[in-house]
């Protein structure tokens, strides 16, 4: 058996990791994390609701934050991805029977179907730090490519 040695990977953090608690965890699977470049929010999905979900909490305040009109009892939700200030939530839904990829916004409360149509699989959104942009993996034929879609922002 040959010994491995690490050499650039020596003490990197100044704590162990943690599992914070104040709604952030529970006892369904909780996934996708997603950071806002401020540091403020995390944006994640979970099972928690026995339904898929995006939730999003507050890690300055340690508290989940209301998001109104996102989540639907028929659907699940999926894959969230954040703006720079956590305004606006890029996520995966089948609330049409198959998967879409939306943006939520915080301030107004609405969702924004971005793939109404596009025919296929779509999967893994991601957004600019304004908003404006955003990027998903889309399969037509069997290939999987990515598409990159300006979005008006008021």
């Not at 608690?21 to 950071?35: K, Q, V």
């Not at 942009?133 to 990159?148: C, D, F, K, P, R």
Request: aromatic residues 8%; charged residues 25%; glycine residues 8%.
């Amino acid at each position: 058996m040959v010994g491995l040695t690490a050499t650039g990977c020596v003490n990197q953090f100044t704590s162990p990791p943690q599992i914070i608690t104040g709604g952030l965890n529970s006892n369904r699977p909780d996934e996708f994390p997603a950071y806002s470049s401020d540091g403020r929010y995390l944006a994640f999905a979970s099972d928690r609701n026995r339904s898929r979900d995006i939730f999003l909490y507050n890690l300055q305040e340690r508290r989940l934050i209301d998001l109104p009109n996102l989540n639907r009892r028929d659907s699940s939700q999926d894959q969230p991805a954040l703006s720079a200030d956590g305004r606006f939530i890029a996520y995966l839904s089948n609330e049409r029977g198959k998967s879409d990829i939306l943006v939520y916004d915080r301030q107004s409360q609405r969702s924004q179907l971005l793939t109404a149509g596009v025919r296929g699989s779509v999967r893994h959104p991601t957004i600019t730090g304004d908003g404006r942009y955003v990027a998903y993996e889309t399969s037509q034929l069997g290939q999987w490519h990515i598409v990159i879609v300006e979005r008006d922002i008021e």
